[in-house]
C-alpha cells in the first residue's frame, strides 16, 4: 500500500511585533477589547515600506521545511501554496516561489480556499503521494495580510486578527503496510458552502460588475476585507466540531484516542466553544493565536512547527486539525506524527 507522510515542517514569521496596544497608534481599539474578544495579544507584520511579499515568507519557511525533512530541495515533485493574500493577482504566488526556490520545470499550483487551504493542500498532496504520480511534495501555506488591511477605525473589527506568517511541511510517499503506530496522514475531510462566499470577503477589484474593473467609485473601502463576524463566529463553531468528527469516525477513532488537536487559529474563544462542545481537556489543544494572530493558510503548519519546537509534538503521537474560513470552507485532517 502507498500512504503519505510528512518529513519535515518549518514556520517563519517575520520580525517586526505589532502588540494590540501598539494598534492603538492606528485606530480605535484597546488590548482589553481585542483579547477579551479574541485572545489575541500580538501579531507579526512585514515592514510596510518593504517589498517582502507572501512568497518571500513562503521561501523562508520551505527551506527549513526541507532542512527539517533532510530532503533536498531538487528532490521535490510539486509545490502547492495557499494563500489569499497573493504577491499578484497572476500568476498565481507557487510560481514566484518556486522561482525563488530556484526549481524550474516542476509543477506549482496555488490554491485559494483562505483559512482551510493548508487542509485543502495536504490533501491535494496526498491524492498524487497515493497515486505514485509524485514521490515529495511541498505544501506551504503563507500571508502577508498586512498589506491588505484597512489601519483605520473602519477596519478595525477585521484589521486586528490577521497576522503575516508561513508553515510549510514536505511530504513524501511510502510503499509498505502502516499499522497503529506508522507516522502518516490518514485522511483528509473538505467542504465549502459557496452560499456565504460575502460573509468574509474582498470584493474590489473584482469582474463581477459591468464596466471598467478599477473604477475609482468602487474603491471606497470594498478592497478590504469585509466580514461578518458573528455568522462566521456561528458557523465556525457548528463545522468545525462536525469535520473533525468525521475524520474521526472514518478511522474508527475516538476524541481520547487524539493526543494533540492543532486546529486553525481564527480566535481563541472559538477553539475554546469546540473544545467545550466536544469536552476536550484544554492541555490537549494547542493555540499559537496570542503570539501570531490569524496568519489564515499558516496557521496550522505554523502551530506544528511551534508544536514540534517546544517537544510538545512528539513522534509517534495522533493529531486532528480542523479549520474553518471564508468561503465558507470548512476541513480536516488526521495524522500520526
Ligand atoms: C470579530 C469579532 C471578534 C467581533 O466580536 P463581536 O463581539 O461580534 O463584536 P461586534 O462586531 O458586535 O462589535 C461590538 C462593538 O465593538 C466595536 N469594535 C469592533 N472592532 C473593534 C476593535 N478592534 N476594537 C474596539 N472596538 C471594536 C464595534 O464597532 C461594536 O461597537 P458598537 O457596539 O458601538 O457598535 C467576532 O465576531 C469574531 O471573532 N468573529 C469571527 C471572526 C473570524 O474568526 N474571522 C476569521 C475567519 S477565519
Not at 507557487?94 to 490533501?123: E, H, M, N, V
Not at 491524492?127 to 511541498?138: A, I, M, T
Not at 455568522?231 to 468528527?245: G, R, S
Not at 493555540?287 to 510538545?312: C, H, M, Q, W, Y
Request: hydrophobic share 40%; charged share 25%; with cysteine.
Amino acid at each position: 500500500m502507498i500512504y503519505s507522510k510528512f518529513l519535515g515542517v518549518g514556520s517563519y514569521v517575520p520580525p517586526r511585533v505589532w502588540t494590540n496596544q501598539d494598534l492603538t497608534s492606528l485606530m480605535d481599539t484597546s488590548d482589553e477589547w481585542i483579547q477579551q474578544r479574541t485572545g489575541i495579544k500580538e501579531r507579526h507584520w512585514v515592514d510596510q515600506d518593504s517589498a517582502t511579499c507572501t512568497s518571500d515568507l513562503a521561501l523562508e519557511a520551505s527551506v527549513r521545511a526541507l532542512e527539517a525533512a533532510n530532503v533536498k530541495k531538487e528532490e521535490i515533485d510539486l509545490i502547492i501554496l495557499a494563500t489569499l493574500s497573493p504577491d499578484h493577482e497572476f500568476p498565481g504566488t507557487g510560481c514566484f516561489l518556486q522561482s525563488k526556490l530556484d526549481l524550474p520545470g516542476i509543477p506549482a499550483l496555488d490554491i485559494r480556499q483562505q483559512c482551510t487551504g493548508f487542509i485543502y493542500g495536504i490533501s491535494i498532496a496526498d491524492q498524487f503521494l497515493k497515486s505514485k504520480q509524485y514521490k515529495k511534495v511541498l505544501v506551504v501555506g503563507a500571508e502577508v495580510h498586512s498589506k491588505g488591511l484597512d489601519k483605520t477605525t473602519r477596519g478595525r473589527d477585521v484589521t486586528v486578527l490577521f497576522g503575516d506568517g508561513a508553515g510549510a511541511v514536505v511530504m513524501g510517499a511510502e510503499e509498505g503496510a502502516p499499522d497503529e503506530k506508522t507516522s502518516r496522514l490518514i485522511n483528509t475531510f473538505l467542504h465549502a458552502d459557496g452560499r456565504f462566499a460575502k460573509e468574509l470577503w474582498v470584493p474590489e477589484p473584482g469582474l463581477a460588475h459591468p464596466g471598467p474593473r478599477m473604477a475609482p467609485e468602487r474603491f471606497d473601502g470594498r478592497e478590504y476585507p469585509q466580514m461578518n463576524g458573528k455568522t462566521v463566529f456561528t458557523y465556525a463553531t457548528k463545522k468545525m466540531p462536525e469535520v473533525l468528527m468525521e475524520s474521526l469516525s472514518a478511522a474508527g477513532k475516538t476524541l481520547e484516542d487524539v493526543d494533540l488537536f492543532i486546529f486553525h487559529q481564527a480566535n481563541l474563544r472559538i477553539n475554546e466553544m469546540v473544545a467545550k462542545q466536544l469536552r476536550i481537556p484544554e492541555e490537549k489543544v494547542y493555540n499559537t493565536i496570542s503570539r501570531f494572530g490569524n496568519t489564515t493558510a499558516a496557521t496550522i503548519p505554523l502551530g506544528i512547527d511551534e508544536a514540534v519546537k517546544s517537544g510538545r509534538l512528539k513522534k509517534g503521537m495522533l493529531v486532528a486539525s480542523a479549520a474553518f474560513g471564508a468561503g465558507f470552507t470548512w476541513a480536516s485532517a488526521l495524522y500520526r506524527w
